[in-house]
């Protein structure tokens, strides 16, 4: 099993249930290095003003104080 899924010594994995007959193998062991460019490059660089009013509606919006 560890040879079809392509886990070597050391790889963690958590398995998720993605559906009511279906189970998907997610790698534990990633580090922030090896998620570079899963996600295209924005248009535009966000000003640091534009995150601080990002940060502070996902924080009304949780009800955090």
């Not at 009511?20 to 580090?31: C, G």
């Not at 570079?36 to 996902?58: C, H, N, V, Y």
Request: proline share 8%; glycine share 10%; aromatic share 2%.
């Amino acid at each position: 099993m560890r040879e079809r899924l392509g886990l070597k010594p050391g790889d963690q994995s958590a398995f998720v249930s993605v559906g009511q007959n279906e189970v998907r193998r997610v790698p534990r062991n990633l580090t922030i290095s090896d998620l570079r460019g899963m996600l295209p490059r924005p248009a535009r660089a966000a000003t640091l003003e534009e995150m601080d009013d990002a940060i502070a509606e996902a924080a009304i919006g949780s009800g955090c104080p």
